[in-house]
């Protein structure tokens, strides 16, 4: 017959095992945030050597997101957790891998980085751009800050405040977009091209903020909020607290 203290010492270690599985997604959402920056930047000052370390940082990502796979299938293989634990474990799998596509993102705007310094002797990002293109990427990488605060909090209205962000975003990804289609950027050909996949990256990075957010929300009261009208759910969801799910 199992005693308390043994019972007390299993629930301890699943604790510590839930808290490492956290950990790793927060290592995880540094990551890639730095990621996105330095991309942002490296395409901002023409650096080829720093577009060249997000390419070569990548692999770390990944190797965050695989340890995180493990520990998901180590913790339900060995702990059985119960309904609300075993959401927790499935639900944060969920966000490593949009964790994981929105450090793809900021490789993909090393490349381009790259690829543009190799053909292109002017500034690679236009003057007019530089400053919609930076806000847009520090909203993106507060919204996924965010996002898994709420998760490791078990905070409901972080998870909100990402949603309400959305105009945000938008605004941000429309005055990135604008820049670039100014005449006075005399952008053309591939460069344009360029820099408008560097944009949609941007704008898919805060999508994937958004995912996150509506994991934690399942999280925290079990409803999967996914293809829900946005306004309707931040009007119902601004009211609603309930307790902590998060172990």
């Known amino acids: ?46 650096s080829s050597a720093l577009a060249r370390e997000v390419v070569d940082r990548d692999p770390d990502v990944d190797a965050l997101s695989l340890a995180a796979d493990e520990e ?19 639900a944060t799998a969920r966000i ?3 964790l994981e596509r929105a450090g793809d993102k900021a490789k993909r705007i090393a490349k381009h980085c790259l690829k543009l310094i190799d053909t292109e002797t ?20 507060e919204l996924l800050q965010d996002a898994v ?6 905070d409901l209205q972080k998870a909100v405040a990402v949603f309400q962000a959305d105009s945000r975003l938008s605004g941000a990804s ?15 050909g591939d460069h344009f091209a360029s ?35 946005r306004e309707l759910l931040i009007d119902r969801l601004r009211s609603e607290r309930p307790a902590s799910s998060n172990r």
């Open 1 to 46: 017959m199992q005693t308390h203290d043994d019972h007390h010492h299993i629930v301890s270690a699943y604790d510590l095992e839930l808290a490492h599985f956290r950990s790793l997604v927060v290592d995880m959402v540094s990551a890639v945030a730095r990621q996105t920056r330095d991309a942002v930047e490296a395409l901002a000052t023409n």
């Open 122 to 141: 002017r500034p690679l990002l236009p003057e007019l751009a530089i400053e919609p293109m930076q806000r847009l990427m520090d909203i993106d990488c």
């Open 72 to 90: 998901v299938f180590r913790v339900i293989a060995k702990r059985q957790p119960t309904a609300i634990d075993l959401r927790l474990v499935l």
């Open 96 to 98: 490593v891998g949009e």
């Open 195 to 229: 820099l408008l996949t560097v944009a949609h990256a941007l704008e898919r990075t805060g999508n994937h903020a958004n995912n996150i957010a509506e994991q934690v929300v399942y999280v925290i009261t079990g409803e999967d909020v996914r293809f829900r009208n």
């Open 149 to 154: 605060s709420g998760l490791v909090e078990a």
């Open 174 to 188: 429309g005055q990135v977009r604008s820049s670039l289609f100014d005449p006075a950027t005399g952008l053309s």
